[in-house]
């Protein structure tokens, strides 16, 4: 992996969150293994964006990374790892990682890597040996995968399965709260490990769909419920949508188009927290203004008239 996680999501060391959560999601949809068979190109600019993400979207991380105190990887800054990483990732060298695994300074995914070079050159005595013919053995490669979720499930929790290249399927538990690009861990079930190691571990990135009704702003639920010139003017108690179903709000005496109504503990569910759900009034005309409107209108502005936008001309 590059030294600048920054460089490998092709942003600067300014970019704001969003920013760096949108040219992850842009290099993950067009460079995914998945969508490039045998691309070793874009697979390995997808785990570099990945790993990069990984780092950066934690403001922790991301502070200690910028402030020196760890590397790309994650890892505690110490002279001799430093040496150890700028001497093999020069070109050529041997202990550099270039089939595409994921290098999270666990020094058995670099001799995993070195084995299965070994192997590739034909080096004798397969998965069991090792150097000197003693034994050998190393933790699987980490592997990982995107899954795209319906809005509902990712608030809700739900279980979802990904079909393997290998035909296998890998059931994923989606916990209730999950966000846009969060990232699960699914402990042993990455690659197969070599002699008596352990496999390696899934990340599963998770993509959620828009919903046509909902937008997630961190826990809390935003929507736009249109309202009626009646309800608006004389208030009452009208049926509003909440991920959890529907609940009757109350319309105030006199509602504006844009006035927000909070429907507390009716957003998303994390833990034992819970967000509210915030209602953006919007006044909808009727389909069609007939005479009996349009008289009452012109009656009531002869008696009742005023100017909401007093102020914003000179």
Known sequence: ?????????????????????????????????????????????FKAASMAYDLLKD???????DAGEIDATGAEKQPERKFYRDYAEQPGHGYGNTHGYEDFGDMSDIFADILRQRQAQ???GGAGAGFGGRGFDARGADARYMLEVDFMDAVKGGKKRITLPSGDNLEV??????????????????????????????????????????????????????????EAVLGGKVPTPTIHGTVNLTIPKGASSGQTLRLRGKGV?????????????????????????EKFMQDWRKDHAYDPRKGMTS
């Open 1 to 45: 992996m590059s030294n600048d996680p920054y460089s490998a999501l092709g942003l600067k060391k300014s970019a704001t969150d969003a920013e760096i959560k949108k040219a992850y999601r842009k290099i993950a949809r067009t460079h995914h293994p998945d969508l490039n068979p045998g691309d070793s190109t874009a697979e390995a600019k």
């Open 59 to 65: 403001p922790e991380q991301r502070r200690r990374f």
């Open 122 to 124: 034909g080096g004798a």
């Open 173 to 230: 538990k989606i916990p209730e709260g999950t966000r846009d690009g969060q990232t699960i861990r699914l402990r042993g079930k990455g690659g197969e490990g070599y002699g008596k190691g352990p496999r390696g571990d899934a990340y599963v990135t998770i993509n959620v769909r828009p919903h046509k009704v909902f937008k997630r702003e961190g826990d809390d639920i935003h929507i736009t419920l249109p309202i009626t010139i009646d």
């Open 269 to 293: 569910k994390r833990g034992s927290k819970k967000g509210d759900q915030k209602v953006e009034l919007q006044i909808k005309m009727p389909p069609n203004v007939d005479a009996d409107l």
